[in-house]
């Protein structure tokens, strides 16, 4: 028993020794406390940091998303307005469009008014050269028949001329 216990020792030893051994090894590989609490705490600081990043990130990304629903918001209120000014537009171009057509037609009327106008200017012309004409011979006429009238007056003035003498002498 005693020979058993010994070696039950020894093995034990033995056993503790490597245990001693092995746990000397990890505490070499291991970190020391002080540098243990530094890592630690810039850890718990680079969490933070982390955390803060995070947190900005997200209100940025509420900000972005606000400002881009407002921009939308806008950018609609710009097309309703731009669509509406495009509709008012159309609506004038068709009135000027109208008011052109009328236009166009009282001008074509107009035009074809003074065609008519012209032609008649020139039965006119035509006409006054017929009257120019007539009213030529019947100035040649009316000398002519003027001069005859004078030529007559100095006839008849001559006739009571001759009367006058031819009277008192037949009288006597």
């Known amino acids: 028993q005693l020979l058993e216990a010994k070696a039950s020792l020894s093995l034990a030893q033995t056993w503790h020794a490597l245990q001693l051994q092995q746990a ?7 970190v ?9 705490t810039s850890l718990r600081e680079e969490q933070c940091k982390a955390q803060q990043l995070q947190d900005d990130l997200h209100r940025q990304a509420e900000q972005t998303c606000r400002q881009l629903v407002r921009t939308r918001e806008e950018h609609e ?5 731009a669509v509406e000014q495009a509709e008012g537009l159309e609506h ?13 037609a009282q001008l074509k009327d107009a035009q074809a008014q003074l065609s008519r106008n012209k032609l008649l200017i020139k039965d006119l012309r035509e006409e006054n050269r017929g009257f120019a004409t007539a009213l030529q ?3 040649l006429k009316q000398k002519s028949t003027e001069e005859k009238n004078q ?11 001759l009367i006058g003498k031819i009277v008192p002498a037949s009288l006597s």
Do not use: D, G, T, Y
Not at 77 to 81: E, P
Not at 151 to 161: D, F
């Open 24 to 30: 000397k090894a990890q505490m070499n590989n291991m």
């Open 32 to 40: 020391p406390k002080i540098q243990f609490e530094q890592l630690q």
């Open 77 to 81: 209120c710009l097309l309703h307005a």
């Open 92 to 104: 004038s171009l068709r009135s000027a469009e109208a008011v052109l057509a009328e236009r166009a």
């Open 137 to 139: 011979a019947a100035e």
């Open 151 to 161: 030529l007559l007056e100095e006839q008849a003035s001559a006739l009571k001329q």
